[in-house]
């Protein structure tokens, strides 16, 4: 198997070919800068910090390094995944991580709610974040996806491979 080195440089090789392909035919594409710049974003988000080896991560993988010193905060996700099973097929595993973070979001919003609370500040995160439009989430959620399916295609993992729930091979 690939390791994280070569796991990147393959998604780089591939948004390196997208954006050049993007680039010859821009004008028969209605894409939108914005719309862009997620896609890419979350692709290389997808690439660098939240990448299917995280079910490593009380191990020193590259993923978690770039997290610094919240690195610690992906150490549960891999105690709650075995390597190569459920984290690895191709809808399930790219959604655990997004569903981990999620989670891990919300306790430290309510962390933070509750802290600013105590001190007596009134802050209203909720009023200063704003919904992207359906075309951005759509973007994000591409970008994500299509640079956890290139990781999961370099580890030889197909998406008829039958490890649904299994996380073995189908023989």
Request: net charge positive; no cysteine; glycine share 10%.
């Amino acid at each position: 198997m690939p390791s994280g080195r070569v796991h990147e440089a393959i998604n780089l090789s591939a948004l390196g070919l997208a954006t050049a392909a993007y680039w010859v035919y821009q004008q028969d594409l209605e894409v939108s800068q914005p719309t862009l710049v997620a896609f890419m974003g979350s692709y290389l988000l997808g690439t660098f910090l939240i990448t299917p080896d995280l079910d490593l991560a009380e191990q020193q993988v590259r993923a978690k390094g770039r997290w610094g010193w919240l690195g610690w905060f992906w150490v549960p996700y891999g105690w709650m995944f075995a390597h190569r099973g459920l984290s690895h097929t191709w809808v399930v595993g790219p959604l655990t991580r997004i569903m981990y973070l999620g989670a891990m979001g919300v306790v430290v919003y309510w962390l933070f709610t509750a802290i600013s609370s105590y001190l007596g500040l009134n802050i209203n995160l909720q009023a200063q974040l704003k919904a992207p439009s359906q075309e951005i989430l759509w973007a994000l959620v591409l970008g994500y996806y299509a640079s956890q399916w290139l990781h999961l295609i370099a580890d030889g993992i197909w998406p008829d491979s039958g490890r649904l729930l299994r996380g073995r091979r189908r023989r």
